[in-house]
């Protein structure tokens, strides 16, 4: 008798499966017409081609939705020299297409990992600072729809980098941009709020309360999505 995968052990393989499938340069015709049906179908990608969702933030940094070759070509004329992908693993179509396509417009390609759904990461935030210290700008940064993690992302860059009023920087988070609050993305908004309360109001500065008095367990245990959002958001809008 054949023994079954539980639950997480299939997620998980078949996450290896489609990494294994799409991790790799694209080989030929029928490749790349495989790779653009997932990008548009399965990755929602037909939708981003109509709108990017794509703003700019300050001079150097552009944020956006998961860009399609064609998009990429046109940041690259607007002077775009590092695209920043937010998403990690690489799943779908799009990756090895926006990889070809960096290449072929000398942008580089780099990775900063966010979840949208969990508590920030305590080691992610504190190495933000020399990682935007080490970004070749003008860049761009993108995760799947421009929401969350891109504006997860835009808010750090303006509080770390920037030196930016807190106000000013979480305004990066917001429904203008597709973002739900209330749903399981309002988590990034929540350890927001936390700095506000814990750390802005003693003023205490970002990074020193992020290394002593953030706690992301406590965080993922305190805060409370709504129903409805989160069905917006995870259900129908289908978000990563």
Not at 56 to 64: C, E, H, K
Not at 149 to 158: I, N, Q, S, V, W
Request: charged residues 30%.
């Amino acid at each position: 008798m054949l023994n079954r995968l539980r639950p997480d052990e299939d997620r998980y393989a078949r996450r290896m499966a489609r990494i294994a499938r799409w991790d790799r340069p694209i080989g030929g015709k029928a490749d790349r017409l495989r790779a653009w049906a997932n990008m548009l179908l399965v990755d929602h990608g037909i939708f981003r081609l109509a709108y990017l969702n794509a703003h700019r933030v300050t001079p150097q940094l552009w944020r956006a939705a998961q860009p399609a070759p064609g998009q990429i070509a046109k940041f690259a004329r607007e002077g775009v020299k590092t695209i920043v992908n937010l998403r990690g693993g690489r799943e779908h179509g799009s990756w090895p297409l926006q990889r070809e396509a960096c290449e072929r417009h000398g942008i580089t390609l780099v990775d900063f990992v966010l979840r949208s759904r969990g508590a920030p990461e305590r080691e992610t935030i504190l190495g933000a600072k020399a990682f935007f210290a080490g970004l070749t700008e003008p860049a761009l940064v993108h995760c799947k729809s421009g929401a969350d993690r891109a504006g997860f992302f835009a808010a750090l860059y303006l509080l770390i980098h920037e030196e930016r009023p807190l106000e000013e920087a979480t305004r990066q988070l917001s429904l203008r941009y597709g973002h739900f609050r209330f749903a399981k993305t309002g988590i990034l908004d929540a350890f927001f709020e936390a700095y506000r309360r814990e750390g802005h109001a003693k003023g205490m500065p970002f990074l020193d309360w992020v290394a002593k008095d953030y706690d992301p367990d406590r965080l993922e245990r305190e805060f409370k999505p709504g129903f409805l959002s989160s069905l917006i958001a995870d259900r129908l809008i289908r978000r990563e």
